[in-house]
């Protein structure tokens, strides 16, 4: 299975959902690997963290994780597009960034009609107004809505050094609920 994790902008946490996303499917006992296009080479630096210098080989892996650059417009966007399974738009509930994920949605759409795409909330601080405004936000997206969302925790940004180890329960929690939401389309 393809998962190509995508949004048009940065900042809304592409490298960091795949990490998360990497570890909860290893977790699962499924055999992963990261294909690391952003520039910045986070996942690629986290991955050497948590395996030291071995990875797993992309054509070994179950499940393959693309992650992309910040930026539809780039080849590597559009070939993870092309081999995605499953397409998984990231925003955070600020309107803006949904104004850009529906752009995403139909880069994808407009690029492999065969992909199951999703989007899925990032960031979201519960009881604040863009948090209670998530239902209402995904409205404005042509794409189904995963049925979690992500919070915004500090655990996430320590855990691209440290892996599945440095979450909280709910971290997890919410990670293994993404997971779960995924492993469901290979049905």
């Known amino acids: 299975m393809n998962i190509t994790i995508l949004a048009k902008k940065g900042g809304v946490g592409k490298s960091i959902v795949s990490l998360m996303l990497y570890e909860a499917l290893r977790q699962a006992g499924k055999t992963v690997a990261i294909h690391d296009w952003d520039p910045q080479g986070t996942s690629t630096k986290a991955l050497e963290l948590f395996n030291g210098s071995r990875a797993t080989n992309h054509r070994e892996a179950a499940?393959?994780?693309?992650?992309?650059?910040?930026?539809?417009?780039?080849?590597?966007?559009?070939?993870?597009?092309?081999?995605?399974?499953?397409?998984?738009?990231?925003?955070?509930?600020?309107?803006?960034?949904?104004?850009?994920?529906?752009?995403?949605?139909?880069?994808?759409?407009?690029?492999?009609?065969?992909?199951?795409?999703h989007v899925l909330f990032n960031k979201v601080r519960k009881g604040t107004i863009l948090g209670r405004l998530v239902e209402q936000s995904a409205k404005q997206i042509s794409a189904p809505t995963l049925p979690v969302s992500l919070g915004y925790r500090e655990c996430y940004q320590h855990a691209v050094g440290q892996g599945w180890k440095a979450l909280d329960s709910?971290?997890?929690?919410?990670?293994?609920q993404l997971a779960v939401a995924l492993l469901s389309f290979e049905k």
Not at 83 to 101: F, G, H, M, Y
Not at 170 to 176: G, K, P
């Open 63 to 117: 499940v393959v994780i693309w992650d992309t650059p910040p930026n539809l417009e780039h080849t590597a966007t559009a070939t993870a597009v092309r081999n995605a399974d499953i397409a998984l738009v990231l925003t955070s509930p600020a309107l803006a960034d949904v104004w850009e994920a529906e752009d995403a949605v139909k880069f994808v759409r407009s690029r492999n009609a065969k992909a199951k795409v």
């Open 170 to 176: 709910h971290a997890r929690e919410e990670v293994l």
